[in-house]
């Protein structure tokens, strides 16, 4: 399983940004795919999950209103729509993938990519 997050990069606060995440190697089409972010010196923490239909997302309340999570099952791909950014969404972006239920935490994900760098500046 290979899980490719892109889309990162330098932007201002109030900016935006897309971030994909690209999967192969697993039935993309029936697998819960989330999102989770780790800033420096912190935890990794939850960001977003989306089931395979694409509905009812799970989305922390931080950053409800902000970002989106969508999903491309013809593509494998997964997306995380970032409006409005702020200096505090700084982080790695991590896109993870599980066959079973949507799930906040991320032991609840068996298959990781290699995270993606989100830097929001001020």
């Known amino acids: 399983v290979q899980l490719q997050a892109s889309g990162g990069g330098l932007v201002q606060a109030g900016a935006f940004l897309r971030l994909s995440c690209a999967a192969s190697?697993?039935?993309?089409?029936?697998?819960?795919m989330g999102w989770f972010r780790q800033a420096p010196g912190k935890e990794r923490e939850f960001v977003a999950a989306?089931?395979?239909?694409?509905?009812?997302?799970l989305c922390t309340d931080s950053v409800k209103g902000r970002f989106t999570v969508s999903r491309d099952n013809a593509k494998d791909t997964v997306y995380l729509q970032m409006n409005s950014l702020k200096p505090e969404d700084t982080a790695v972006y991590y896109c993870?993938?599980?066959?079973?239920?949507?799930?906040?935490?991320?032991?609840?994900?068996?298959?990781w990519g290699q995270g993606t760098l989100v830097t929001v500046s001020s």
């Open positions: 993870a993938a599980t066959p079973n239920y949507a799930s906040r935490r991320s032991s609840a994900y068996e298959y």
């Open positions: 190697g697993l039935t993309f089409s029936s697998s819960v």
């Open positions: 989306i089931r395979p239909s694409g509905s009812t997302p």
